[in-house]
């Protein structure tokens, strides 16, 4: 593990393509959305929000390598930049849709929650082509929480929506 203190600006690129959406996501939340957070286990909470603050920080303050190398190490970073592209268009269809909870937690790319799991897995990649340890160990993390709280709110959405139709 060869890393280096300093700025990493494709750290910073993925942490911004991370933000926006989540920031537009504040005023367009699902319809009943209020309804699910309470009853989000506090564990998964703990670790997401941990994982939040070790990915964001340690994403954009360890050097970038060399782009400019084709490897099996650019490679992973394409792919991890593909996965980021693809949770892009995950947001744009949710904010061109009703925005029900339904919306939110529909599959993309046959990916399930793909809101937390396209990101999740893009962060895991870049952590691979960094070779940075911190940034892994942060991402799996945020993974175990984010992902698990989705997929706790998908199985409520599903259970209620099975609960209407009967």
Avoid at 11 to 25: A, D, E
Avoid at 28 to 55: A, T, W
């Amino acid at each position: 593990m060869n890393i280096q203190f300093g700025f990493s600006g494709i750290g910073f690129l993925f942490i911004v393509m991370l933000m926006i959406p989540n920031l537009l996501w504040i005023k367009h939340q699902p319809k009943d959305y209020q309804n699910y957070v309470g009853n989000e286990n506090k564990l998964l909470v703990c670790l997401e929000r941990i994982g939040e603050i070790g990915v964001t920080c340690l994403a954009v303050c360890f050097n970038d390598c060399s782009v400019f190398a084709i490897s099996l190490r650019t490679l992973l970073l394409a792919a991890a930049f593909v996965l980021m592209l693809m949770y892009e268009w995950f947001w744009i269809r949710y904010f061109r849709s009703n925005q029900t909870m339904q919306d939110f937690y529909c599959t993309c790319f046959q990916i399930p929650v793909p809101g937390a799991v396209l990101p999740v897995a893009a962060l895991f990649l870049l952590a691979l082509y960094e070779s940075n340890l911190y940034l892994l160990i942060a991402v799996v993390v945020l993974g175990i929480g984010h992902i698990g709280i989705h997929l706790q709110h998908r199985a409520e959405v599903t259970s209620n929506n099975n609960q209407l139709s009967s």
